[in-house]
């Protein structure tokens, strides 16, 4: 259960740093984001506060979602109606905070009042960005049981495309909930690039039964499998047995922000929904449990820092917890009672004997 927390809380605490107050994550340059962080004493004397280090719209959608997660529906389809209703209410709370506008889009098509089709939405061509991504880890952590893989890659699927009604969008949003479910089963993390490349065809499969979209999907799926496969080459961990992933010897902050881009799609380190998670991921291969050096890859980049943060800080905490975390850094932490809350939900939630099926 501590871990759960421990997830739930530090998601929230990568996204307040990446997220600065929107001034880090309008930044280009990981550089100058190290410097001012320098200048302001080094990450161990931050204090973050509400008013200062605020929490982003990610956030707020991760939460909403794990809200949803939690209640005592019968059905997946209950399920859907719930996060219908509080991804509407929700576009409230997200005012002043910069939403995704994919985000916003997306959740313009929900329709609360329709029964049958209130979580239907049309294809988006700019539906492949960051926000199914960022936003799915609490769906990994509800059903984190590998006999609940079934549940997981329909639920993730149905939450990325609420919102994000494109492969490259709610792949992202498997992505993120099947490596939090590696993370609390104990996975090495350098075996779940791997299995998703395994799981990503049950994904397609699922998407084929719901008989949507499929000549739009299709067009677009290659592409981050594509994408995966490339980094996985690049880093030489493709195949079983190969556990010992390469990095550059050079790898400042300049180089760094250099190969995120490359990783991405149109320039901008973590925008869409393939290298959102694979900027966390490789930040968590390169870090293991140093949480200094996880924030200065996943959380002090150029480009889309809090998204990317949200997802790196949550899967530590699920593998890591709070113990290697400076104190000031969540103590007193934006909505952190809450954030311990549903935490402690789905831990409870996922231990349940109840069996959800359609």
């Not at 004493?41 to 008013?51: C, V």
């Not at 609940?148 to 919102?163: D, F, H, K, P």
Request: hydrophobic share 35%; glycine share 10%.
């Amino acid at each position: 259960m501590e871990k759960f927390k421990a997830g739930m809380v530090l998601g929230a605490v990568g996204d307040a740093l990446g997220y600065k107050k929107g001034k880090w994550e309008n930044c280009i340059s990981g550089k100058k984001i190290q410097e001012e962080l320098a200048s302001l004493g080094g990450l161990g004397t931050l204090k973050l506060d509400p008013d200062n280090w605020p929490l982003s719209d990610a956030v707020l959608m991760h939460m909403t979602t794990a809200e949803a997660l939690i209640t005592d529906y019968w059905c997946l389809d209950d399920l859907y109606r719930e996060l219908v209703r509080l991804y509407v209410d929700a576009m409230v709370s997200l005012q002043g905070r910069a939403p995704d506008p994919s985000t916003v889009e997306g959740c313009v098509h929900l329709k609360p009042r329709n029964y049958l089709l209130a979580w239907h939405t049309p294809f988006n061509e700019k539906g492949s960005g960051f926000g199914a991504a960022a936003k799915a880890m609490c769906v990994g952590m509800r059903y984190w049981q590998p006999e609940r893989l079934e549940n997981l890659v329909e639920v993730s699927i149905e939450v990325g495309r609420m919102t994000h009604n494109h492969p490259t969008g709610f792949l992202g949003s498997l992505t993120t909930a099947l490596f939090a479910s590696y993370a609390t089963q104990g996975k090495p993390v350098v075996t779940w690039g791997r299995e998703l490349m395994k799981v990503i065809p049950r994904a397609e499969e699922y998407c084929k039964k719901t008989i949507r979209h499929m000549a739009e999907y299709q067009e677009h799926w290659f592409y981050f499998e594509a994408k995966w496969q490339f980094y996985l080459e690049e880093r030489e961990i493709e195949n079983e047995g190969q556990n010992k992933p390469v990095f550059p010897e050079r790898y400042d902050p300049d180089e760094t922000d250099k190969v995120y881009k490359r990783w991405s799609s149109e320039g901008r380190a973590g925008w869409r929904g393939h290298d959102c998670p694979m900027i966390a991921y490789d930040a968590l291969l390169a870090a293991g449990s140093d949480w200094a050096e996880l924030c200065k890859r996943a959380m002090f980049h150029g480009g889309e820092s809090e998204a990317t943060g949200l997802v790196a800080g949550c899967l530590y905490g699920l593998m890591h917890g709070l113990g290697q975390v400076p104190s000031g850094l969540y103590k007193d932490l934006d909505k952190r009672a809450r954030l311990e809350e549903l935490g402690e939900a789905l831990f409870n939630a996922a231990s349940s004997e109840k069996c959800i099926d359609k």
